[in-house]
């Protein structure tokens, strides 16, 4: 069973800080790589996609990509108030399946 | 933009009841799928179908079925709604993948079932 970790949190941090969200995954052949941002109450919404090795930066995001060491994570700079959601980290299944692999999420808070 | 959009945004069924929660997608996506989440579960994959009249089991479906008739509308169906599936249920879909890395999934707005 292909596996995504995330550390469970949650995190605080003050507002204008870096959030740093981590996740690993188990399956050495996954290719595909997403960060989801998901309010209270509402469904999960698409920040970042990453697929190579290296970083992706977009406006306040940067997703990295590890391969080797089998990890992903998420950096927000100049945190904002709004945020503050659980982010959830996902990864492709088995090759040639459509499915992802959810990471179970990581609730982060910044304060104003 | 893309747009998933789900039949109820709550529910309340009695045990035993047959439930079905409907998800509509306007993108021409040939995936859809059905997941369930619940506190520190996460987001659990109950069916997917990569194509009409196409399903496969995912994670947990045991208690469920559903039902791909046209492209844009995949149901999932409660054969006999149990306590146990009080939950967050949320529709998702994609294209089909045709590069080298899967095709985002994009989320209706859930459905919060609550099963007396």
């Known amino acids: 069973q292909k596996e995504v970790e995330q550390n469970s949190g949650p995190l605080s941090v003050p507002e204008g800080a870096i959030a740093s969200l981590n996740c690993t995954y188990s399956?050495?052949?996954?290719?595909?790589f997403f960060w989801y941002r998901q309010y209270s109450g509402k469904s999960p919404e698409l920040i970042m996609s990453?697929?190579?090795?290296g970083d992706k930066e977009d406006g306040r995001f940067t997703a990295q990509l590890n391969k080797a060491s089998q990890y992903v994570s998420l950096l927000i700079r100049d945190s904002q108030p709004s945020d503050s959601a659980t982010y959830l980290c996902a990864g492709d299944s088995q090759g040639g399946s459509e499915k992802l692999v959810f990471g179970k999420g990581m609730k982060l808070t910044v304060n104003p | 933009d893309v747009k998933v959009t789900q039949s109820s945004r709550y529910l309340v069924k009695r045990t035993g009841e047959k439930v079905f929660l409907e998800c509509v997608q306007d993108?021409?996506?040939?995936?859809m799928f059905w997941y369930r989440q619940d506190p520190g579960l996460g987001l659990r994959l109950i069916y997917f179908?990569?194509?009409?009249?196409?399903?496969e089991k995912g994670d947990i479906p045991e208690g469920y079925s559903v039902s791909r008739e046209k492209k844009e509308r995949f149901s999932l169906i409660l054969e006999s709604a149990s306590t146990n599936q009080t939950s967050m249920y949320l529709c998702a879909s994609s294209l089909w993948t045709s590069g080298i890395g899967l095709e985002t999934q994009y989320f209706g707005p859930g459905t919060r079932l609550l099963v007396l």
């Open positions: 990453i697929y190579s090795n």
């Open positions: 179908s990569y194509d009409v009249k196409m399903k």
């Open positions: 399956d050495r052949g996954s290719q595909s």
């Open positions: 993108m021409d996506h040939e995936n």
